[in-house]
């Protein structure tokens, strides 16, 4: 009965340091800023340390990984069109597509979470041409 109450209590002590899930919603302008600063990193303006190679490889991450996201097949049966339907030039550099993300932001305040300015600006940026990925 004793180990019993042991291993209750030892359990009951070891949910007290479990941290609590929470999900990340990243602002606009907080990914602007961790972009600028990138950018500063990027043209050796800035100081190497290590939070600010940490914002720019977030920085670097979200946008690519929001145009990469584009590029996912909707389906395996539909693999012509992107998740977001988004095809950005084979021409443009993740820098130039920061350099956009953070103009876009100023000129937009609206757009206050990072996923939907990222979405809008590319949809700004490419106009009617927004959803004409190539077809192979």
Known sequence: MAKMYLSLGLLFACSLFVPGASAEFRTAKDMQKECRKALKVFNRTAEKSSENVRFAGE??????????????????????????????????????????????????????????????????????????????
């Open 59 to 136: 920085c670097v991450g979200y946008i690519q990984g929001a145009i990469d996201a584009s590029l996912l097949p909707v389906s395996v049966s539909t693999a012509r069109e992107g998740l977001y339907r988004v095809c950005t030039p084979e021409n443009i550099s993740t820098v130039d597509l920061i350099q956009r993300f953070i103009a876009f932001v100023d000129a937009n305040p609206k757009y206050t979470l990072a996923s939907t300015a990222v979405q809008a600006m590319l949809q700004a940026m490419l106009g009617p041409d927004y959803s004409s990925c190539k077809r192979k």
